[in-house]
């Protein structure tokens, strides 16, 4: 049995926060980093097992918009912004397609479970 190393596309605007999640992120799988959503969804070479961790804030469009416009094969984690708890923008999300919702606030290592 071939094993496939997992790929996490990170979008996030702010080059620290891509940096930080990123680093936390490399410890299980392969980490590709948009800081651009438009240029993410452009990508037309998507591995097979892979999924997104976007973060809450991006540059021309709302994390609604980007899990709505996403590829629907690929799960979408939302980071949220850090302690904000905003349970009805966690619930757009969900409806919009996100797979789950994460606050920053919570301990980081979350991210790899």
């Known amino acids: 049995m071939r094993h496939v190393q997992p790929t996490v596309y990170l979008v996030a605007a702010d080059a620290e926060q891509r940096k930080r999640v990123g680093a ?3 410890t299980i799988a392969r980490v590709i980093a948009f800081g651009c959503p438009q240029s993410f969804l452009e990508c037309s070479d998507i591995a ?3 999924c997104v961790v976007v973060t809450l804030t991006l540059d021309g469009m ?4 980007f899990v709505r416009a996403a590829p629907q094969t690929l799960p979408v984690v939302v980071l949220g912004g850090g302690g904000d708890g905003d349970i009805g923008l966690a619930l757009e999300l969900m409806r919009a397609g996100a797979a789950d919702y ?4 919570q301990d980081p290592r979350r991210l790899r479970a």
């Open 24 to 26: 936390t992120l490399a």
């Open 48 to 50: 097979d097992y892979a």
């Open 62 to 65: 709302t994390a609604v918009q």
């Open 102 to 105: 994460i606050d920053q606030a």
